[in-house]
Nanobody
Framework: QVQLVESGGGLVQPGGSLRLSCAASGSVFSINAMGWYRQAPGKQRELVALISRRGTSNYAESVKGRFTISRDNAENTVYLQMNSLKPEDTAVYYC???????????WGQGTQVTVSS
């Protein structure tokens, strides 16, 4: 079992920045990839960014060039630096992790990001 605890959400103006953090605990050695998904009201949850244990990252096309995912394996923490935020980035952002050893997926509680003038 892995537990994910998020922080860093909030209200920002268009063009602003936020940095989300997610700390993992529990069976952390089972974690392979970590990342961030988001879900806007009435929309399906979508992948934002993913990072492997080695540090290889992938981004949704809508955030590429604006968001940066990073990972501190020693602290079992993943970050999402979000720059040049747009109103369409407004969503609940969920931390994600998967396991080397099973099909298990782990989710954080979600943190609200609102981009509005």
């Amino acid at each position: 079992q892995v537990q994910l605890v998020e922080s860093g959400g909030g209200l920002v103006q268009p063009g602003g920045s936020l940095r989300l953090s997610c700390a993992a605990s529990g069976s952390v050695f089972s974690i392979n990839a970590m990342g961030w998904y988001r879900q806007a009201p009435g929309k399906q949850r979508e992948l934002v960014a993913l990072i492997s244990r080695r540090g290889t990252s992938n981004y949704a096309e809508s955030v590429k060039g604006r968001f940066t995912i990073s990972r501190d394996n020693a602290e079992n923490t993943v970050y999402l630096q979000m720059n040049s935020l747009k109103p369409e980035d407004t969503a609940v952002y969920y931390c994600y992790a998967n396991s080397y050893y099973s099909s298990s997926a782990y989710w954080g509680q979600g943190t609200q990001v609102t981009v509005s003038s």
